[in-house]
Each structure stands twice: as structure tokens, then as C-alpha cells.
């Protein structure tokens, strides 16, 4: 027990480390802005379409469970303001960076590790190329910027799949349904949970990285690294959206 728990700090120590470098590093020249914008369209662009799909898909259902529930009070009419509050407060943001998660922290962790094991990045180091500001620091960086232009796609297909939900039911007109949506949503609904996708962002990308930037073990390790870079930053991002969500009503009050 004790031997796990040591392993398990040793583990975080390390991270901690790693994020550490990855922060150091980002603010020494040169920026490698050309690889950063690459990664930008890597990760980001290319997982439009799925954020977009699931945004859409997640609106229109619980658009429908949110009728089913109001309808019993008569108040349909606050069915788009509970929809866009439920999406922007938490949903969007959370669903956002699991998908992410999914999605790109595999390929993080198994481009970065099929590199270790094939001594590319040993190439790269032995042709004076900073193998980690290189390799590691621009895709953190794209992480951290990319995630909340997803979450607020994510959040307004949401609005767009609920209305279509909601229009097949009641036949509410586009205007009238976006005038309510936003009926009840202000400043501190919206911005701070958007931004605190910045977190889910770079803990996805510091463990994606460090996993595969460190993979051992040959091609075995390679998938251990895709598996682990899923596994893990789910499992952190929930923790740390608990953590987040309460450092948000105690900054913003009004967010309660």
C-alpha cells in the first residue's frame, strides 16, 4: 500500500515538474508560432466536426427531457433558458473537454510516444532542435487555446439542436426561441465557465505529453500511452471541474 502510494506522488511529482518546464519554456524565445498555429488546425479544426455533431445532438435531447419535465408545471416557455443555462454553466464546457480529451489526447500520447520509441526525437535533439518546446509546449499551447472556441461551438449548436427539438413540438420560430434562450443568461453564466476550459485544456495537453514524451516499452508502450492519456485526463478533468466550479462561485457570487 505504501509502495503505491509513493508511486502515485512520485507520479504527480513529476507532472508537476513536467508542467513546470512546459511553463518555463513558453516564455523563453523563441515561440515556435508557425508549429503552434499547426497544432491549432491539427487538434482544433479537426475536431470541429465531432464537437459540432455531439453539441447539436446533446441540445436536441436535453431539450426534449427539459419539456418533459416543464411541461408538467406549464412552463414550456422557459424550456430554451433552462437549455442554454444547463449548456453554458456546465454541460458544454464538461462534455467539451471529455470529448477533447477522447480525441486528442490519444493521438498526443501515441504520436509523441511512437516518436520515442522510434528515436525521432533523439533525431531532433542531435540536430539541435529543442525536442520539447518543440514537441510538447506547442501542443499544450493549442490545447489551451483552441478548447474554448470548441466549447462555445459546443454550446451554441446545443442552442441550435435544442431549437430544432423544440420547434418539431411546438413550432416556435428561431427569434423567438433565441430571445429566450438568452433570456436569462448573463456575464458570469457564460465567461468563466468558458475560460476554465483553459485548465481542462492544459491538463489534457500536459499529461498527453508527458505520458507519450516519456513512453517506454517498444509499441507496447505506445498504446499503454494512448490508453492512459484517455483514462487520465478524464479522470483529472472531473476532478478538477469540482474544484473549479466552486473557485467560480467564490470569484463571481453572482454565478450561484
Known sequence: MKSQL?????????????????????????????????QVFELGWRSLPLI??????????????????????GAEALIPAGLALALFK????????????????AGIGAELGAMRVTEQIDALESLAVDSFKFLVVTRVAACVLVLPLLTTIMNFTGIVGGF????????MSF???????????????????????????????LVACYLGYNTKGG??????????????????????????????????????
Open 6 to 38: 509513493s508511486a502515485v506522488f512520485l507520479w504527480a511529482g513529476d507532472v508537476a515538474f513536467f508542467g513546470f518546464r512546459v511553463f518555463r519554456d513558453a516564455l523563453r524565445s523563441p515561440r515556435e508560432g508557425a508549429e503552434i498555429v499547426r
Open 52 to 73: 459540432a455533431a455531439a453539441g447539436f445532438a446533446v441540445g436536441a435531447v436535453m431539450s426534449m427531457h427539459t419539456r418533459a419535465s416543464l411541461e408538467r408545471f
Open 90 to 105: 456546465e454541460t458544454g464546457p464538461l462534455v467539451t473537454g471529455l470529448l477533447f480529451a477522447g480525441r486528442v489526447g
Open 164 to 171: 430544432v427539438a423544440e420547434t418539431a413540438v411546438s413550432g
Open 175 to 205: 427569434p423567438l426561441y433565441w430571445d429566450r434562450a438568452w433570456s436569462l443568461v448573463n456575464f458570469v453564466d457564460y465567461v468563466p465557465a468558458t475560460l476554465k476550459t483553459c485548465v481542462f485544456g492544459f491538463i489534457i495537453g
Open 219 to 256: 509499441t507496447a508502450g505506445v498504446g499503454q500511452a494512448s490508453t492512459r492519456s484517455v483514462v487520465l485526463t478524464s479522470i483529472l478533468l472531473i476532478v478538477s471541474n469540482v474544484v473549479l466550479v466552486k473557485a467560480i462561485f467564490f470569484l463571481f457570487p453572482a454565478a450561484k
